[in-house]
């Protein structure tokens, strides 16, 4: 026979739908859960995810904690943290003392699949190394650029 309190289980999570921690565009504290519903549309999602952020203009925009831009229901997952934005890009929450820069760096992304460049590690030939931290998980890793010449070519 079958178990049916498995079923009263996933019964009730089809009712309440996918839970997700909530976050203003730009800041860390005060996550709320949201439960998305199956049923809602993408301008629903956006209303309620608003209300629970008490978010006034509306929502608009929402990105995920590497700051891709998501625009469809059917990709968040359960337990994503995404931000939400009134329309401005993703703004990583703040971590405090923002790293000088040179101008020289002023050519490259600030963010990269949401990691913050950083401190230049080394240079060659073909391009530069530099630290890449994680804008929410403070994880270091090293990013290459590799520089391109102004008619299209490699290094």
Not at 69 to 98: Q, V
Request: charged letters at 25%; hydrophobic letters at 40%; glycine letters at 10%.
């Amino acid at each position: 026979m079958a178990d049916f309190d498995d079923m009263d289980d996933f019964s009730d999570h089809a009712v309440q739908g996918k839970p997700i921690k909530a976050f203003k565009n730009g800041h860390f504290e005060n996550p709320k859960v949201l439960f998305v519903q199956h049923h809602w549309t993408w301008d629903e999602f956006l209303c309620a995810a608003s209300q629970r952020l008490e978010m006034v203009p509306m929502a608009s925009r929402v990105f995920n904690a590497d700051g891709a831009e998501i625009d469809d229901i059917m990709c968040i997952e359960e337990n994503d943290m995404l931000f939400f934005s009134t329309g401005r890009s993703f703004k990583a929450p703040s971590s405090g003392a923002e790293d000088a820069q040179s101008s020289s760096d002023e050519k490259l992304a600030n963010v990269v699949g949401g990691y913050k460049v950083t401190t230049l590690l080394g240079r060659g030939g073909f391009g530069e190394v530099r630290l890449g931290v994680h804008q929410l998980t403070n994880d270091k890793v090293a990013l290459k650029f590799i520089l391109v010449r102004p008619d299209g070519g490699g290094a």
